[in-house]
Nanobody, 122 residues
């Protein structure tokens, strides 16, 4: 399975961006992680095949993850962006239905896409 992520760019603080990730094959839980320079990769959001969403506390209420009806495409709508949201965002997918604390652990994911860079200017 290959993952293709897109949608990153430069935006002013308070603005919005929408990231898209398309999987080439069947996947179960899909999600987004991000990594800023000098920081470890961190969980952002994930969504199960049941459409149940999960969010990091830092983005809850500002980001919305959704899944297309074909289920191999996920979207991350990012609103009220802050400078601290600047990072390279990576799409990930699991070949089994992971839930709860598992969705926040990058080791639980089997496939990773190339990153898409998000830069928020203050």
């Amino acid at each position: 399975v290959q993952l293709q992520a897109s949608g990153g760019g430069l935006v002013q603080a308070g603005g919005s961006l929408r990231l898209i990730c398309v999987a080439s094959g069947r996947t179960f839980t899909m999600g987004w992680f991000r990594q800023a320079p000098g920081n470890e990769r961190e969980f952002v959001a994930a969504i199960a095949r049941s459409y149940l969403p999960y969010y990091a506390d830092s983005v809850k209420g500002r980001f919305t993850i959704s899944r297309g009806t074909a289920t191999n495409t996920i979207y991350l709508q990012m609103d009220s962006l802050k400078s601290e949201d600047s990072a390279v965002y990576h799409c990930a997918a699991a070949q089994r239905g992971i839930t709860g604390a598992q969705v926040r652990d990058e080791k639980e994911y089997d496939y990773w896409g190339q990153g898409t860079k998000v830069t928020v200017s203050s």
